[in-house]
């Protein structure tokens, strides 16, 4: 049975994987990116890498059109959200675009093959268009089937799905999404050189057709992986660019992702204050918006800056509600992630030199306390 697995944007999700949380490390729930199931797939299983295929001709050709209706009786899945299926045949290496319009719901679109395996997904086609595009070349001549759906379950109603061949535009589109994928993939690998070439030629095909807010997402990449051989001026440039494309176009989360890889640089660079005021915007922004793992990478990267500075209490209290935001959306992982990278086990040495061992368990959080009784066990 085809799985549908909740997050948007797999494209914003795997610079989401690479940004979020540099000082804590911040892994998205197993399952799978993009929002947060390991978000790179929707439906299924394995995302065959994107190739690159050239324009044949300049009219776009109409392969499929239907006007459909999600209501009672459609196929449902496990998130009791409905979707209709339309299947098209095309031909190894075809670029094609998929677009999913209604006027009474938010679209969610997703492309599988004969094995069931997830090609594509696409949610929003932009930041003020809840409506869905989505380019990819195919990988296999066959049939494939379009899963026309919602993003929330309770959604109903009329949308119309049009397949085309792709634009010359789209076959860039498609093309810089490779170099973006593979630069993911070279930088989780180690070969950080290759990731900044393969994500600096995607940006330059995102900027020359406009594509701001992938331009937005690749400059953010481009800081991280900068930052990351010590280049730091060079991290803060492209950073900076960042920021001010996703302030341009209003686009909120990326403004928090874009302040708290600059409040990293600040902080790799020693200059706590700055590295503080960037993380308290991100913090903000994170609240304003509902995005709780967001919310925790900057709870958690303040207390590390305070903990640098000697100001445990204060990073301790940041610590504690970074592990209440995982515990509250069920993520042990991260969890227990965050208090192996968040400096805990350090800070309670140092508390537990200030007052006796009684009180100061008897002042922190039950987790803390396994912390302290651990550490104990182990003393000579």
Known sequence: ????????????????????????????????????QNPSQRAGVANPEVVQSSPQTTAATVLLEADGVLEAGDQVFADNSLFDIHPFTGEAGQAITIRMASDEFDTYLMVIDAADQTIGSNDDASLSDTNSTLAIALPDTGTYRILATAFDEAQRGRYRLTVTTASATDVQQIEGDRLFEQGTQQYQAGDLPAALDAWQ????????????????ITLNNLGIAHRSLGQYQAAMDVLQQALAIVRDIGDRSGEAMALNNLGNVQNSLGNYQPAIELYEQNLTIAREIGDPRSEASALGNLGLVYDTLGQHQQALEFHQQTLEIFRAIGDRASEAQALGNAGLAPLITFLGTMQSRSTFISRRSPLIKQLVIARERHLP
């Open 1 to 36: 049975m085809i799985q549908k697995t909740r997050w948007r944007s797999r494209f914003l999700t795997l610079a989401i994987a690479l940004a979020t949380g540099l000082l804590i490390i911040i892994t998205a729930p197993a399952a799978t990116p993009n929002d947060e």
């Open 201 to 216: 030629q995607a940006l330059e095909i995102y900027q020359s057709n406009n594509l701001r807010e992938k331009a937005a």
